[in-house]
């Protein structure tokens, strides 16, 4: 059990790896395309484009044609997409090429946290998803690690092979280790209007679409706090809590988190993360320069992250539900990466550290509002969508 869980584990990596090979090395980006100006951004945000739009139809869709299925195939088109992108073609073909890649990123997401929990027990599944939850982070350190080995090596087109081969291989590992897909047993039809129908019935859903509503809160803070706050922070201690946020959700996930999943609800364990995360917020915006403040709050938002991704099996029993509900998480993951960094930049630039104190108090309570609203609403006995 333990052995797939990390295959799919590694596999994630190649999917965060999609985003931290730009992010990261996003200096040397600019360097490849000095005229692109801010224009360049988008080469980081168009990947969360389809999840944007399509995450719901690709949790339909996974379930439908296979998990297994889809996840190999998302991992071998991300293998191509990134062997095209070594060739390091015009901007607007990169960009093109970026657009697309968000499908094979979006299939893994939503395909490999949904065989998690169908290969682990009910002991193991809370804490597998919570070391599922990490996968971005993880991914970023290691290319915060090697990538500038890699970049030494052979340029940007090193960076982008290494992640071909590496999304190459575990197409085969998966192909290999995994067990084969169960027939299909539901009746989804991809039709347009049955579609928007769908998407209807799973957004009010307290089963499937809570999970994802309260991502979507903690997704616009994260990238747009790690983006948006070092600008507040004191110039010595910048570039080393850039190295240490990250890793801070990852290890409070992976004890803390891991620890209380295993004792209680993984919805509890998400409100008092928010609850806590809004804690975190006001010491940051009250003391921004000293250095533990952001630390805190990144730990104390690991248990929202972990408790999440838990949360999607404990309240969807069948594995079609959970794939819709990482479809619904999927979609509103992007959209809070997609919309959270605009805003905080226009917060803070209005009011400063106010601006990001109303601005994340706002979407932790909302998260933690969404969360215990919608247990009462399962508590009244509604079936999943």
Request: charged share 10%; proline share 5%.
């Amino acid at each position: 059990m333990w052995f797939r869980i990390a295959v799919l584990f590694l596999a994630g990596l190649g999917a965060a790896g999609q985003f931290g090979k730009i992010s990261v090395l996003f200096p040397a980006w600019a360097a490849a395309y000095p005229g692109a100006g801010a224009s360049l951004g988008f080469l980081l945000s168009l990947i969360s484009l389809m999840g944007v739009v399509l995450g719901l139809v690709a949790g339909l869709a996974v379930a439908r044609l296979g998990f297994r299925r889809m996840l190999v195939l998302g991992l071998a088109f991300g293998a191509v997409l990134s062997c095209i992108e070594a060739l390091m073609p015009p901007l607007p073909v990169m960009m093109g090429l970026r657009v697309i890649e968000g499908l094979s990123h979006l299939v893994i997401v939503v395909a490999a946290p949904t065989l998690m929990a169908e290969i682990a027990d009910d002991r193991a599944r809370p804490v597998s998803l919570a070391i599922w939850s990490t996968y971005f982070g993880v991914a970023f350190a290691l290319y915060a690690v090697i990538g500038h080995a890699l970049l030494a090596l052979g340029g940007l087109p090193a960076v982008l092979l290494t992640h071909a081969a590496w999304m190459a291989a575990f197409a085969v590992i998966v192909r290999v280790c995994l067990p084969e897909d169960r027939p299909f047993a539901g009746n989804a039809s991809f039709a347009p209007l049955a579609l928007l129908k769908r998407h209807g019935a799973a957004y009010r859903s307290a089963f499937i679409a809570t999970p994802g509503l309260g991502f979507g809160c903690y997704a616009a803070t994260y990238m747009a706090t790690l983006t948006v706050m070092p600008a507040f922070f004191r110039a010595d201690a910048r570039e080393g809590l850039m190295t240490v946020l990250p890793m801070a959700g990852i290890v409070t996930s992976l004890t803390l988190g891991a620890y209380l999943l295993r004792r209680h609800p993984a919805v509890k364990v998400v409100v008092w993360g928010f609850g806590l995360s809004a804690l975190g917020a006001l010491c940051l915006a009250l003391l921004p320069q000293i250095a533990w403040a952001p630390v805190l709050l990144f730990c104390v938002l690991g248990l929202v992250q972990g408790g999440s991704f838990a949360s999607v099996p404990q309240i969807n029993l069948d594995a079609e539900g959970r794939a819709l509900s990482n479809g619904v998480l999927a979609q509103m993951g992007n959209l809070g990466n997609f919309l959270g960094t605009p805003v905080l930049l226009a917060m803070t630039g209005a009011a400063g550290e106010s601006g990001f104190l109303v601005f994340a108090l706002v979407l932790y309570g909302l998260g933690a509002a969404i969360h215990v609203v919608s247990a009462r609403m399962r508590a009244r006995g509604p079936v999943p969508a």
